[in-house]
């Protein structure tokens, strides 16, 4: 039976308003008051990494599906109409009656950013909201921000069991956790059916009990259950762990206006690239290369790479020490 889409990516979408950076320094950005702070620059744009990573891989050529949930509002008709310009079928978005579509304001100042999100409808997903003829026929299913979905991710683990079954991969996408529990009873039977584990330096640690250590290590032992792993590591690039071999790339360098969700856009650069036959240490240097393009613009999906773009900018991706 021909596949319906290349990929099915599963979890938040939101609009994003970014402000910033703010014109003058303060000692709190966000002090309560009544005096107006002003910013050089606003936007609104489409955010959450579900969405994101949806947008990405379709700029990259893949036919791609997004499954979850927005509220019956303005701003889930923002969401719906900007997947839908960037080539992202949305009819497995599901309009939520009850809850609001989740926003989320972004400040830049100082150099760092303060990210300021309202759930929604996100924190209500469950496998009820995928459709199974899309969970089966496509030929990869990604869930992204598994941390803050805990509904969906107590039903993840059964949904890609019956994605496996169905001759599917499967990637997980765990972005924060903002109570900090990170648990590891939660993560571990849905690493169990994960083909591809995609993670930055901070989240790695964590989740593998070594905050504050070796990244490579971490990267290891979460190999260890399964998955092959991806880490982006800021500005020492981005490393791959199977469990037995470690690859590192440096990335490139570039302007970078805005790196919010540049790491969602390097997840999709990891998954078309191995859904493409790509070695990892080629998906290594083409995810590096898509979240640093990126970055140059505001918001994360204006100046995401095509696949021809991407290719263009690779680097050399090398063994590195375990």
């Not at 993840?156 to 069991?161: E, G, K, T, Y």
Request: proline share 6%; glycine share 12%; with cysteine.
């Amino acid at each position: 039976m021909p596949l319906t889409f290349d990929l099915l990516v599963i979890g938040d979408a939101s609009p994003y308003v970014m402000l910033g950076p703010l014109d003058a320094p303060v000692d709190d950005p966000l002090a309560v008051g009544g005096r107006a702070q002003r910013v050089d620059s606003g936007a609104l744009t489409l955010g959450g990494s579900a969405a994101v990573t949806a947008c990405g891989a379709a700029r990259l050529g893949l036919r791609v599906a997004v499954a979850g949930r927005v509220g019956d509002d303005d701003a889930g008709d923002y969401v719906r109409d900007r997947l839908a310009a960037h080539g992202v079928n949305t009819n497995a978005l599901r309009v939520d009656d009850a809850l609001p579509t989740p926003l989320t304001t972004v400040v830049t100042h100082g150099g760092g950013q303060v990210v300021i999100s309202a759930p929604g409808a996100r924190a209500a997903i469950t496998r009820y909201d995928i459709p199974e003829r899309l969970l089966t026929r496509s030929g990869h299913v990604h869930c992204a921000s598994f941390f803050l979905m805990p509904k969906l991710a107590a039903d993840l683990p059964h949904l890609f069991a019956a994605a496996h079954a169905a001759g599917v991969t499967t990637s997980l996408g765990t972005d924060d956790d903002p109570p900090g529990r990170w648990d590891h009873t939660a993560l571990a039977p849905v690493l169990a059916w994960t083909d591809l584990l995609l993670t930055d330096a901070y989240q790695a640690g964590l989740m593998a009990g070594k905050d504050g250590g070796c990244v490579a290590s971490a990267a290891e032992l979460l190999a260890g259950q399964g998955p092959l792993v991806a880490v982006r590591n800021g500005a020492d690039g981005a490393l791959c762990h199977d469990g037995d071999t470690l690859l590192t790339t440096a990335g490139i360098r570039v302007n970078a206006r805005d790196a919010v969700v540049a790491g969602d856009s390097f997840n999709a650069g990891f998954i078309t690239a191995r859904l493409a036959g790509r070695s990892p240490a080629e998906a290594l240097g083409i995810a590096a290369v898509c979240g640093a393009l990126s970055a140059r613009a505001g918001g994360g999906t204006a100046a995401q790479p095509t696949w021809a773009q991407a290719l263009a900018h690779l680097t050399t991706v090398g063994d590195g020490p375990s």
